[in-house]
C-alpha cells in the first residue's frame, strides 16, 4: 500500500481567473480535474472550497448559472 492511494487529488483554481465564471463553468473544470472538491484561492490562500455536496445544494437551489462573484 502506498499513501498516494489515500491521498485526494487538489485542485485549485485563482478567484481573480474565475471570479466571472459561472458555477457550472466550475464544475466543468472540478470534472476535468478529477476531483471532488475545489479550491477558490487568493493569493494561494483558500477562500472558497466547494465539494461535491455544495455542488448538489447548488442544484437544488438552481443556481448553476450563477457568476461564481455573485456567490
Request: aromatic share 12%; glycine share 0%; proline share 3%.
Given at each position: 500500500?502506498?499513501?498516494k492511494?489515500?491521498?485526494?487529488?487538489?485542485?485549485?483554481k485563482?478567484?481573480?481567473?474565475i471570479?466571472d465564471?459561472?458555477?457550472?463553468?466550475?464544475?466543468?473544470?472540478?470534472?476535468?480535474?478529477?476531483?471532488p472538491?475545489?479550491?477558490?484561492?487568493?493569493?494561494?490562500?483558500?477562500?472558497?472550497?466547494?465539494?461535491?455536496?455544495?455542488?448538489?445544494?447548488?442544484?437544488?437551489?438552481?443556481?448553476?448559472?450563477?457568476?461564481?462573484?455573485?456567490?
Amino acid at each position: 500500500m502506498t499513501l498516494k492511494s489515500y491521498l485526494e487529488k487538489v485542485c485549485m483554481k485563482e478567484y481573480h481567473e474565475i471570479k466571472d465564471k459561472t458555477i457550472s463553468d466550475l464544475i466543468a473544470y472540478m470534472y476535468k480535474c478529477e476531483t471532488p472538491s475545489i479550491y477558490i484561492v487568493d493569493q494561494k490562500k483558500p477562500i472558497y472550497i466547494f465539494t461535491s455536496t455544495d455542488i448538489l445544494e447548488i442544484f437544488l437551489k438552481e443556481l448553476i448559472h450563477e457568476k461564481i462573484s455573485d456567490l
